[in-house]
């Protein structure tokens, strides 16, 4: 099962925190990071490829 990293960002678009997640699909991974409390907005991301963007922009 392919690993992602789901990056939380601050109001100024800067990595807050970061956690590794596990899914079988690109979509999965972007649903799995959008039901978190933590997220919006964070940013997923499948080794260096950008996978998207879930949740709102805050600020």
Known sequence: ??????YRLDGRGKVE???WIEAETDAE???????RDYCPPCEVWERDRFVGKVGRETG
């Not at 099962?1 to 789901?6: H, T």
């Not at 991974?29 to 039901?35: F, K, P, R, S, T």
């Open 1 to 6: 099962m392919p690993a992602y990293r789901v």
């Open 17 to 19: 925190a970061a956690e």
């Open 29 to 35: 991974a972007l649903q799995i990071a959008g039901d």
